[in-house]
Nanobody
Framework: QVQLVESGGGLVQAGDSLRLSCAASGRTFSRYAMGWFRQAPGKEREFVATMGWSAGSTYYADSVKGRFTIARDNAKNAVYLQMSRLKPEDTAVYYC????????????????WGQGTQVTVSS
């Protein structure tokens, strides 16, 4: 069982940077792939980035590649999403997720979800 709590969302301007954090509880944190999904108003949840136990298994959506960086600290049971060069289309609720495999990109494939944190990018 893993509980996830996100933080770090907010209102920023286009071109700004923001870092999201996710604190996880549970002794088996390092066994899970961790990631981020997002959901904009009127749209389905979409894959953003995932990471396995190590940086060698890291995946990004094409829309954020080169701008977002996912990282995890297994000692702190934490995962982060550094977002740079933000665009208005990045506006969404961002969810931290935990699941069995970082290669998975569908929301239903992830077992654990945080409550979400709002990111709003103004133009």
């Amino acid at each position: 069982q893993v509980q996830l709590v996100e933080s770090g969302g907010g209102l920023v301007q286009a071109g700004d940077s923001l870092r999201l954090s996710c604190a996880a509880s549970g002794r088996t944190f390092s066994r899970y792939a961790m990631g981020w999904f997002r959901q904009a108003p009127g749209k389905e949840r979409e894959f953003v980035a995932t990471m396995g136990w190590s940086a060698g298994s890291t995946y990004y959506a094409d829309s954020v590649k080169g701008r977002f960086t996912i990282a995890r600290d297994n000692a702190k049971n934490a995962v982060y999403l550094q977002m740079s060069r933000l665009k208005p289309e990045d506006t969404a609720v961002y969810y931290c997720v935990a699941g069995p495999d970082s290669r998975l990109r569908e929301a239903y494939e992830y077992d654990y979800w945080g409550q979400g944190t709002q990111v709003t990018v103004s133009s």
